[in-house]
Every structure is written in structure tokens, then in C-alpha cells.
């Protein structure tokens, strides 16, 4: 491969993790001032690539060249004096310090009391971070504390990370997965200008509308290899989504009108403490009735999982009444919820979702593993859980590498999601509630779980959907309600909102256009 005009070359890159090729010979070239994406469904390989690139890992084969020089990558440290810079999904930043303190970690100016004593020069790095924000349109105070600013401002705080220590490379892993419309437009903005400037951009990404506003090429990764570098003006995105799952993906969800029945959830004036003992949830009130999908839209941290834990019984309300047909199950224990018909995927699928050093059989047990089916005086029936295991692996495709007697924390976390919406939706309960349930997941997989939703509805079952993700929600909903600081300021039919306007109401805007 000729390497003339280009920043970034990786030739023959293949790494290995026990049972697994996450990247198997791969090759590309990418050229300086340009805006490239790498596309692929989950396990593909794309995140391991790029952590290949910034120092994460040491290929097992392969070479990369940075600007024409062959380079040995050691370490994240060694990409950043190289000019590499990477916003994670997860931010790595330090919450009680300010944007300052956080940008210059590890990079610290320093000034020395009487020529002798070393300090670090808060008052210059200030007003060099300053001068960055202004200089790439960032809006970032550099006194802020981190813990005072929304998952946007944040972002673009890494930014800064990045351009503090002069990266010339700068890698975005799902850079708009927690954003809101608007605050998407902006990120992307931004990602032009850097590119304009002559910085080289590399986006890995699901969402294909987002690639073909902003990206000039992209590369397609299927199950460690790479199946194509396109040009991304010429592309469409159903030809992008073709070769990404290997075959061809319905975009929308093609759902029937909602015939809403009988009120299955009624909440009525909840209230739930949050974390840090303050109102996560204040006062609020709404119902779901059966044979529809109430969405509800907003921002990260505004009260979404509280409410949702609240209604599954993982924890107390304060104020207020929770019914389910009829029934006051505010005061009543998960099991008895589940019993009376809750089912719950939530949002933290380690730590709520699944025992994660159990085998895959016992997880998708674990609501019923006590009934009669599963045990004989009370000693577990192993061909019960095996048969049900390998009915739920075949029905929802989850796929581990031992079926059943897969440990699941060794499984990825697509399959392990395809696990806990298996494990609840045979329960067939009146009241699901989804929260992210696609998360994470590459485009194949979110057709999928939509069409279950959209399966869930039109068996009746009143389905509580709670999403970051604006296109899912407009996707699916039937009914959208949207909370900002703990309060739902806006509840419509679906066929009576925009994206806009769902976007404006998630960052509190009332329809005087001014914030709550």
C-alpha cells in the first residue's frame, strides 16, 4: 500500500483474545484532514482497532505507520506524544475537580515559588484553555466543576484533553450515544471544524445518518475483518447497513396503529430520592394502558432510572402510588411484583440485570427457577433449566460459545442483553418496562429488540420504553412522554411531536421556548 498522503496506515493488523479473533488481517490507509468512520455490528472489531491505535493494545501482527514513519505503539501515553487522542464512550474525568484541573492532569505548567519551589500554574492553564474554547467554538469554562456540567459540556471537555496535549489524531468511540438532537448537530459542528483545520477524525459509530452528514469515507468491519472502505457521499445508508449485518435491514419499524385497551400502569404523584438524597422524581404522574408503548425521552441523570427502578421495586418512593390493574403495588416486594406481572430489562445489565458467574441456563431462569417447572421439592431440575435454556438461546439467537453452560459474563454484551430480554419477555407479563434496551447494539440487533417491542404491544401488554436514543423513540412509540429534572413536562400521542420539539422539552424548553 502506498502510504503517500496519509496520516494513519495500518497494514496486516490481526489481534487475538482467547477463542476469539477480534481483528483478522486487517488494512487501511487514512489521509490527514479527513473525517473517517469505521462501521461494523457489535463484536466486529472496531473498538479494538482503534485501541490498537491508541497504545490499548499491542497487535499480535502487523504494522502501523503514523505520517509515513513505522511506529511501535507501547501505550496510550506513547499515542498521545505521538499526536493520537481518544474520547472513550465513558468519560475519564475526575467529577469534584474543575475543567482545568481535569484537562492538564499529568501535563501540569508549572511556575516556581522563589526559583525553587515547583507549582502548578493554575492561572496559565486557565487561560490557555480559554483560548482553546474559543479558538474551536467549544464553550467550555475552564473553572467549571465537572460534576456542575451536562454530559455534552463533558464531552466536549475531552475534546479539550485532547487538543491541550496538540493531538493531530483524534478518535471519537460512539460520540453521540447519550446526546440530544440539537446537542448532536453541535458535536458535529464541531467534528467539521476540526477536520477543517486540518486535524485527521476517525468516528466509530452505529448510526448511519450521523456518517453521512459528517464523514468522508468509512470502513466496514464484519466479525474481525474488514469487507470494505467507501466513499461515503456515494454510499447509501442501506447499502452501509448491508454489509455491516450481511444482509438486508428494515430501517423502520413498520408498526400498525396502537388499539390501546384497558389501564394496566397507573402512577399517580411519585416522588423518589435519588443517590445523593435529593428529589430524582418529583411528582409524577401517568398511565400506560394495555396494547401501547409509552416512551419516555430525556437526557442521562434526569430521573429515568429511578422512576424505572421505583416501578420494578428496587427501590422506595417517598410520596405517591404505583397501580397495576387495578392493584396498589406501591409497598409490595419484587417478587410479588413480578408475580402481579412486572417484567424489567434495565439499564445496568451487570449489576441489575444478571448474575454474571452464573452459566447462561440459570440466568434465563431466574424469574421462575422456584415454580414447580424448575424445581422438585425444592431441588432443581437440571433438564427443566437445560430445555428452557436452549428453547430461549434458539428463539432470541443468543449466541455464546458452550449454549447453556456458557458462563455469561464471558459472553458479549449484545448476546448478554438478547439474554435478559429473552429471560422477561417469556414471563408474558401485562407491564414490561424496557430501559436501553438497545444500548450498545449494532443496527441488526436494535431491528430486532424493535420488533419485539412492537410484538409485546400487539399481544396487549402495556410496555414502558425508556430510551436515550430519539430515533427509537420515534420509532416505536405510541405515546411520548419526556422528563427534564424529575418532571414529565410533556405528554403526547407520538404522530403529534418532532424530533425537534421531543429535543427541546429533554433540555427543559416549555413550549414559550424559554427553559423550565
Do not use: W
Not at 6 to 19: D, Q
Not at 147 to 172: C, G, H, P, W
Not at 438 to 462: F, M, P, V
Amino acid at each position: 500500500m502506498d502510504n503517500s498522503g496519509y496520516m494513519i496506515e495500518m497494514r496486516h493488523i490481526t489481534k487475538r483474545f482467547p477463542g476469539l479473533i477480534a481483528n483478522d488481517d486487517i488494512s487501511l490507509g487514512i489521509k490527514k484532514g479527513e473525517i473517517f468512520a469505521l462501521l461494523g455490528e457489535n463484536g466486529a472489531g472496531k473498538s479494538t482497532l482503534m485501541s490498537v491505535l491508541f497504545g490499548m493494545y499491542e497487535p499480535d501482527k502487523g504494522e502501523i505507520y503514523i505520517r509515513g514513519e513505522k511506529v511501535k505503539i507501547t501505550s496510550p501515553r506513547h499515542a498521545t506524544q505521538l499526536g493520537i487522542g481518544m474520547v472513550h464512550q465513558h468519560f475519564c474525568l475526575v467529577s469534584n475537580y474543575t475543567v482545568a484541573e481535569n484537562i492538564i492532569l499529568g501535563s501540569e505548567p508549572k511556575k516556581r515559588l522563589l526559583g525553587i519551589i515547583p507549582k502548578v500554574d493554575i492561572k496559565k492553564a486557565n487561560a490557555d484553555i480559554a483560548a482553546l474554547s474559543e479558538k474551536y467554538g467549544l464553550k467550555v469554562d475552564p473553572t467549571s466543576v465537572i460534576s456542575d456540567l451536562n454530559v455534552s459540556t463533558q464531552q466536549r471537555v475531552e475534546i479539550l484533553k485532547m487538543l491541550y496535549r496538540d493531538a493531530e489524531i483524534l478518535i471519537f468511540d460512539e460520540p453521540t450515544a447519550v446526546l440530544t438532537p440539537q446537542e448532536i448537530e453541535y458535536l458535529l459542528d464541531i467534528i467539521r471544524g476540526l477536520r477543517d483545520v486540518g486535524k485527521t477524525v476517525i468516528i466509530i459509530t452505529h448510526k448511519l445518518e450521523e456518517i453521512k452528514l459528517v464523514a468522508d469515507r468509512c470502513a466496514v468491519l464484519n466479525r474481525g475483518k474488514l469487507v470494505d472502505i467507501l466513499d461515503v457521499a456515494s454510499t447509501s445508508t442501506s447499502e452501509m447497513a448491508r454489509l455491516m449485518v450481511g444482509h438486508e435491514v428494515s430501517f423502520s419499524s413498520d408498526k400498525t396503529e396502537a388499539n390501546p385497551g384497558e389501564t394496566v400502569l397507573k402512577v399517580e404523584n411519585l416522588t423518589v430520592k435519588g443517590e445523593m438524597g435529593h428529589d430524582a422524581v418529583k411528582n409524577v404522574s401517568f398511565e400506560i394502558h394495555s396494547g401501547e408503548i409509552f416512551a419516555l425521552a430525556g437526557v442521562s441523570g434526569n430521573g429515568q432510572n429511578e422512576l424505572a427502578d421505583t416501578i420494578a421495586g428496587l427501590r422506595d418512593c417517598i410520596a405517591g402510588k404505583i397501580i397495576l390493574n387495578g392493584t396498589d403495588i406501591t409497598n409490595m416486594p419484587i417478587r410479588k411484583r413480578i408475580e402481579a406481572g412486572v417484567a424489567y430489562i434495565p439499564e445496568d445489565r451487570h449489576n441489575v440485570g444478571l448474575v454474571l458467574n452464573f452459566p447462561l441456563r440459570d440466568n434465563l431462569a431466574l424469574k421462575r427457577y422456584y415454580k414447580a417447572d424448575f424445581s422438585k421439592h425444592i431441588v432443581m431440575d437440571k433438564k427443566a433449566l437445560s430445555d428452557n435454556g436452549n428453547r430461549l438461546i434458539t428463539e432470541y439467537d443468543i449466541r455464546s460459545s458452550h449454549g447453556n453452560s456458557t458462563i455469561t459474563a464471558a459472553m458479549s454484551g449484545g448476546n448478554q442483553q438478547k439474554a435478559i430480554i429473552a429471560r422477561e419477555l417469556d414471563l408474558k407479563t401485562p407491564l414490561i418496562i424496557f430501559m436501553q434496551p438497545t444500548r450498545g447494539l449494532d443496527i441488526g440487533a436494535i431491528s430486532n429488540i424493535h420488533k419485539q417491542i412492537i410484538a409485546e404491544r400487539d399481544r396487549g401488554a402495556a410496555v414502558l420504553l425508556i430510551s436515550l436514543e430519539l430515533d427509537e423513540i420515534m420509532d416505536c412509540a405510541d405515546t411520548i412522554g419526556v422528563i427534564f429534572d424529575g418532571q414529565i413536562n410533556r405528554i403526547a400521542k407520538a404522530s403529534e411531536l418532532t424530533v425537534n420539539e421531543v429535543g427541546r422539552f429533554m433540555m427543559g424548553v416549555t413550549d414559550g421556548g424559554e427553559s423550565a
